[in-house]
C-alpha cells in the first residue's frame, strides 16, 4: 500500500528551557506554554529566520488556539516549512 501522505520535514528548535522540539505540533504546544515576553523573544527571531509561510501559521495559531484548527494548519503547511536544523529562537545564556 502506498503512503501518500506528505513526509514530515523534522525541525530542531531549542527552546528558552533548553527543551528542542523536532515537529510543528511541538512547536506550537510549547508556543502556549510561555510568557509573553518569551514570545515576543520569538517572534522577532522566527520573523527574520523562517518562511512567510511559517509566520501565517504561528500568528494564526496564537490568535486561534483551537486544536482542530491547528492540527488542520499544520497538516496542509507542513510542506511548505523549512527550518534551517542550526537555528535557535533565543540566544543561549
Not at 3 to 9: G, L, N, S, Y
Not at 33 to 61: C, H, M, R
Amino acid at each position: 500500500m502506498k503512503d501518500d501522505r506528505k513526509k514530515q520535514k523534522e525541525i530542531n528548535i531549542t527552546l528558552p528551557s533548553g527543551e528542542t522540539v523536532h515537529s510543528l505540533e511541538d512547536l506550537v504546544a510549547a508556543l502556549h506554554q510561555i510568557s509573553e515576553d518569551e514570545f515576543n523573544k520569538f517572534w522577532g527571531a522566527y520573523q527574520k529566520n523562517v518562511p512567510e509561510a511559517a509566520l501565517e501559521l504561528v500568528a494564526t495559531v496564537m490568535k486561534n488556539p483551537e486544536p482542530a484548527r491547528i492540527r488542520s494548519l499544520i497538516e496542509s503547511m507542513h510542506h511548505a516549512i523549512t527550518i534551517d536544523p542550526a537555528f535557535q529562537l533565543w540566544e543561549q545564556t
